[in-house]
């Protein structure tokens, strides 16, 4: 199974980790730093929350609890989408998942 959660706090992806088997659960970082997020933002979203037309928004009015110890962690200002998913697909194959 393959789910992606927007979790900033890391006790909701510790409840998630908790839920599954030690070798069943990979926790990949898709680490973009706030810079690169906001240019990146093709809604705008950022910016209306920058001027508090979007209360609780993650990494402006609300926290962003880095993961401390990801299996991956994937610098997605430093690659593209196409390096990034290689490198996925390489940890995959790697703890032979496929």
């Given at each position: 199974m393959l789910a992606a959660f927007i979790?900033?706090?890391?006790a909701d992806r510790?409840?998630?980790r908790s839920i599954f088997a030690p070798d069943e659960f990979i926790e990949i970082y898709v680490n973009c730093s706030l810079e690169i997020c906001e240019q990146r933002d093709p809604k705008g979203l950022y910016k209306?929350?920058?001027i508090g037309e979007i209360k609780d928004f993650t990494g402006i009015s609300a926290p962003y609890e880095a993961?401390?110890?990801p299996e991956l962690n994937i610098e997605t200002g430093k690659y593209t989408l196409?390096?990034?998913a290689e490198c996925i697909i390489e940890y995959l194959i790697?703890?032979?998942i496929l």
């Amino acid at each position: 199974m393959l789910a992606a959660f927007i979790s900033p706090y890391e006790a909701d992806r510790a409840m998630a980790r908790s839920i599954f088997a030690p070798d069943e659960f990979i926790e990949i970082y898709v680490n973009c730093s706030l810079e690169i997020c906001e240019q990146r933002d093709p809604k705008g979203l950022y910016k209306k929350a920058r001027i508090g037309e979007i209360k609780d928004f993650t990494g402006i009015s609300a926290p962003y609890e880095a993961p401390r110890s990801p299996e991956l962690n994937i610098e997605t200002g430093k690659y593209t989408l196409e390096e990034s998913a290689e490198c996925i697909i390489e940890y995959l194959i790697q703890k032979q998942i496929l």
